[in-house]
């Protein structure tokens, strides 16, 4: 049978049992060999040097084998004719697999020739694909182990054999087998389906194949069912056979099946890396044009979350109107006959501008020569002819002298403007006149105080030096637009943006200064309202009965505040924050007593304005419900002390004092005194603050900080002030941006990277303290269109009616319409509301629900947009129909 196999004991204790080149089968006996070694074979156990002396021959057969086996002795086998599953084994002290006296694993490694690894294509990749690793769990060796140890053999597989649930899931997180074999027969040694569970909880089980062998069917049972198996994480059933053969036919299957299709999805992980490191943007979608994955770059050119897109239909996303009305057709008509389209396109952002598009879209056929996936690839066009050329030369040049020409060109460029210390040396050989003339950006930038945004342009320009010419063209996008004043809110389109947004963003996010001609300014007076005496509870249990039962579902977010309303004869704000107040311990926290609370609360409400469609005092009883809501869930409860509880609560009630019913921009361009007094910046958040203080602390009967001291005061004045200017809605994307990438975003990726319950993100950070306490104001002050519906409905009439009113007014005086679409006769609610939701609304709700976890108002908010779109889309087809007459 050729050359006898030899036995190596290397330095580490490592033993390599050997066969010639002719062995075929761990059958062949073993000995010790004159000649070179040959290709490794037979087992592969580590162990002690001391454990590793060869012992004499002994019989073959499988019995025997065993029987040295629990010796714990090394053998070598019997002839060839002998059938032994096991004929040449090791024992000793094993350290890879068993980590325990009673765990057992061996090993079998096959020759040369039948473990070489096989290629495989998918697609265009050529994949080299390693010899298959075979775990067995089997308590006890029998037949059916013995069967497919030599089946893996046969196979060219390499082997272990655990005995213990234990030692089986070292091995395998070890060696990440990709078939495991589990004995599934006899109970009494483990639980199979334990075991198959231990293992698949692990991840390189992902791609692995748990085959179960079960007992042969009695012929008075029926045959078991196999979904226990599958829900314990096997992925076939082996009926017990101990011929070699069914054996070895089970596991080729397996291979070439299972095993074989892991393999392929393992390589695509591959793709999956490239496209996401690829700095062009990349979408898949189906042939039926489903969003199916998106990359980064992709996610960053469009704005959109990953999340918010993928199993999205195209048609569902905004549409630009920059492109010609055939042009989708046209995409349409062309990718369907399996053409490639590539071209011009304009998109619209998350953020609602266009953007202008080189497009590729490639069909992918599949199955049955169908179309079964197309493949965009994107890139942002050139705004600029300078850059349109540079791309063009980065495209077209087959050569790299004139990239490298281009690239040492802007690296020069920048040297000049940044670089400090070549300047200097310079210098120190030159006139000292020449040494005072360096480049005045230079001495910018050596100033000792730098401003944060002067780093990160810095850093940016530093990064552009040993960048390819593409990735220094986008970086200069980018310092174009951190140059910018206005970093936080999105840039308005022109005459294609929505009208109803236009005016929305236009009243509520500018200061309106909109001069009349001649640069003359129109003042009106601040009317200050009386308002009769009202009768108020004298404690918190002396309200009227119909009060007090209202009062009793404050808590919960459907309260109706305009039943409260009406009880209280458009007076709500002392009840519910006598009631409110109580609830948080406001009195016992400020050392004031109800009384001078209830004063207080009086005081206040008496300067709202209840003439005042919208901004009275049940709005501010409102905004005060929804932030004492907000307080009570569980994050913002442990992201918060009680301070911060007691300035959110003051905050809400002062929010709106002496609103006008007039917006910002009103005041502005009508030069009002307190436009004025507060350079048209801020001016009614600014007044609403100072009117506050000043109405608290002017009468010790109504002053509900005369109690606390000083640092307690400047603290808890400074939060107050903080929250109402928040309000403000000019600066709207700055303050929901920046609790996204600091709340949000670092919330998820900590509860992504565990499983435990993470711990609030604002605890023990005032600045994160303070950006929850922002967003959780402003989503109080604009929460209507989370309201139950008849309640959203109500609040759209009112602050409709107050634009109204504030357009009447600003044709009668003559001043600029700063909201044309606000006009009683032309106006469409449901529109306004519409605009409102997207441009307002939804992304700010869905980052405060990603943090406070807010299902409830998110319902009400997706049930109020459908009622709005609901109503403009019958408008609309009401207009397109003709007349009957």
């Given at each position: 049978m050729g050359c006898a196999p030899s036995i190596h004991v290397s330095q580490s204790g490592v033993i390599y049992c050997r066969d010639s080149d002719e062995s075929n089968s761990p059958r062949q006996t073993t000995g010790v060999s004159q000649g070179p070694a040959g290709p490794l074979h037979g087992l592969f156990v580590q162990t002690d040097a001391a454990d590793a002396i060869p012992q004499s021959r002994a019989s073959g057969s499988p019995g025997a084998a065993r029987a040295r086996r629990a010796r714990g002795e090394l053998g070598s086998g019997s002839s060839a004719g002998s059938a032994g599953p096991a004929a040449t084994t090791c024992r000793g002290r094993r350290r890879h697999c068993c980590s325990s006296a009673e765990a057992e694993t061996q090993t079998s490694y096959t020759s040369v020739k039948q473990v070489s690894s096989a290629e495989v294509r998918i697609g265009p990749m050529r994949l080299t694909q390693d010899p298959i690793q075979v775990l067995l769990i089997f308590a006890k060796e029998d037949s059916q182990s013995d069967g497919f140890w030599w089946a893996c053999d046969r196979a060219g597989y390499s082997c272990n054999i655990a005995r213990t649930p234990e030692s089986a899931l070292e091995c395998f997180l070890d060696k990440h087998h990709e078939i495991i074999v589990i004995d599934h027969r006899q109970t009494q040694n483990f639980d199979a389906e334990a075991v198959c569970r231990s293992i698949r909880a692990t991840n390189p089980s992902e791609h692995a194949v748990i085959l179960a062998v079960v007992s042969q069917a009695s012929g008075n049972y029926e045959e078991a069912s196999v979904l226990p198996l599958l829900h314990a994480g096997f992925n076939r059933r082996f009926m017990e056979n101990s011929s070699i053969i069914a054996c070895y036919n089970e596991l080729i299957q397996i291979e070439h099946g299972e095993v074989l299709s892991q393999f392929k999805l393992r390589a695509c992980n591959s793709v999956f890396t490239a496209l996401d490191h690829c700095h062009e943007a990349i979408e898949?979608?189906?042939?039926?044009?489903?969003?199916?994955?998106?990359?980064?770059?992709?996610e960053r050119m469009m704005g959109y979350h990953k999340g918010e897109l993928l199993g999205k239909e195209l048609a569902e996303l905004p549409k630009s109107d920059k492109n010609r009305a055939d042009l989708l057709d046209t995409i349409n008509t062309c990718i369907k006959k399996g053409?490639?389209?590539?071209?011009?396109?304009?998109?619209?952002?998350?953020?609602?501008?266009?953007?202008?598009?080189?497009?590729?879209?490639?069909p992918v056929i599949g199955q049955g020569g169908k179309i079964r996936h197309f493949v965009s690839l994107k890139k942002l066009c050139c705004s600029t002819d300078k850059n349109k050329q540079i791309l063009k030369i980065h495209r077209d040049s087959g050569d790299n002298s004139q990239t490298e020409s281009h690239s040492f060109r802007y690296k020069n460029r920048r040297k000049e403007s940044i670089d400090v210390k070549s300047i200097s040396s310079r210098g120190s050989d030159a006139p000292s006149l020449q040494n005072r003339r360096y480049p005045s950006m230079a001495r910018i930038h050596s100033m000792t105080i730098e401003a944060p945004i002067t780093k990160v342009i810095n850093i940016i320009n530093a990064a552009q030096e040993n960048s390819p010419v593409t990735v220094a063209e986008a970086l200069d996008r980018v310092l174009e637009i951190l140059r910018t004043t206005e970093l936080y809110s999105p840039q308005l389109g022109t005459k294609d943006e929505d009208p109803h947004t236009s005016d929305l963003v236009g009243g509520l996010m500018t200061d309106g200064l909109r001069r009349l001609s001649g640069n003359e300014y129109v003042f009106t007076k601040n009317v200050h309202q009386s308002h009769s005496h009202l009768a108020m509870p004298g404690t918190i249990t002396d309200v009227p009965p119909s009060v007090a039962q209202l009062l009793d579902n404050e808590e919960s977010w459907e309260f109706n505040i305009f039943e409260l309303e009406a009880v209280t004869h458009k007076r709500p704000l002392v009840y519910?924050?006598?009631k409110v107040f109580s609830r948080f311990g406001v009195c016992e926290f400020l050392h004031c007593s109800e009384t001078t609370l209830r004063a207080w609360l009086q005081v206040i409400e008496a300067n709202y304005h209840s003439s005042n469609a919208y901004h009275n005092s049940t709005h501010a009883a409102d905004v005060l419900h929804a932030t004492a809501f907000f307080l009570g869930k569980e994050r913002v409860k442990g992201s918060l002390d009680q301070l911060d509880e007691v300035a959110a609560l003051i905050a809400a009630t002062v929010h709106d004092v002496d609103h006008p019913g007039r917006t910002n921009s009103f005041l502005c361009?009508?030069?009002?005194?307190?436009?004025?007094?507060?350079?048209?910046?801020?001016?009614?958040?600014?007044?609403?603050?100072?009117?506050?203080?000043?109405?608290?602390?002017?009468?010790?009967?109504?002053?509900?900080?005369?109690?606390?001291?000083?640092?307690?005061?400047?603290?808890?004045?400074?939060?107050?002030?903080?929250?109402?200017l928040?309000?403000?809605?000019?600066?709207?994307?700055?303050?929901?941006?920046?609790?996204?990438?600091?709340?949000?975003?670092?919330?998820?990726?900590?509860?992504?990277?565990?499983?435990?319950?993470?711990?609030?993100?604002?605890?023990?950070?005032?600045?994160?303290?303070?950006?929850?306490?922002?967003?959780?104001?402003?989503?109080?002050?604009?929460?209507?269109?989370c309201r139950p519906l008849d309640l959203c409905i109500e609040w759209a009439g009112r602050i409709s009616e107050e634009y109204f009113a504030q357009t009447d007014e600003e044709k009668r005086q003559g001043l600029p319409v700063v909201m044309p679409v606000f006009d009683r006769n032309t106006c469409s609610i449901p529109k306004s509301q519409i605009s409102f939701i997207?441009?307002?609304?939804?992304?700010?709700f869905d980052a405060w629900d990603a943090f406070a976890h807010l299902p409830t108002l998110m319902q009400h908010l997706a049930d109020n947009y459908k009622h709005w779109k609901t109503l403009d889309d019958l408008k609309c087809k009401s207009l397109r129909l003709p007349s009957d007459s």
């Open positions: 898949i979608t189906s042939d039926d044009h489903v969003i199916q994955y998106v990359n980064p770059a992709f053409k490639e389209w590539q071209g011009v396109y304009y998109a619209r952002r998350k953020s609602g501008d266009s953007i202008q598009q080189h497009v590729k879209i490639t519910l924050g006598l361009n009508a030069g009002s005194e307190l436009a004025v007094l507060y350079n048209d910046t801020a001016v009614l958040e600014s007044h609403h603050t100072a009117l506050a203080f000043q109405l608290t602390v002017k009468d010790s009967k109504c002053n509900i900080f005369k109690n606390i001291d000083r640092n307690h005061y400047r603290t808890l004045r400074q939060a107050i002030i903080d929250m109402v928040a309000t403000e809605m000019t600066k709207h994307f700055e303050h929901v941006n920046k609790f996204v990438n600091s709340i949000n975003k670092p919330m998820a990726a900590e509860i992504d990277g565990s499983d435990c319950e993470c711990s609030p993100p604002g605890k023990n950070f005032p600045e994160n303290q303070t950006l929850i306490k922002r967003m959780m104001i402003k989503c109080a002050d604009v929460a209507n269109p997207d441009y307002f609304i939804t992304d700010m």
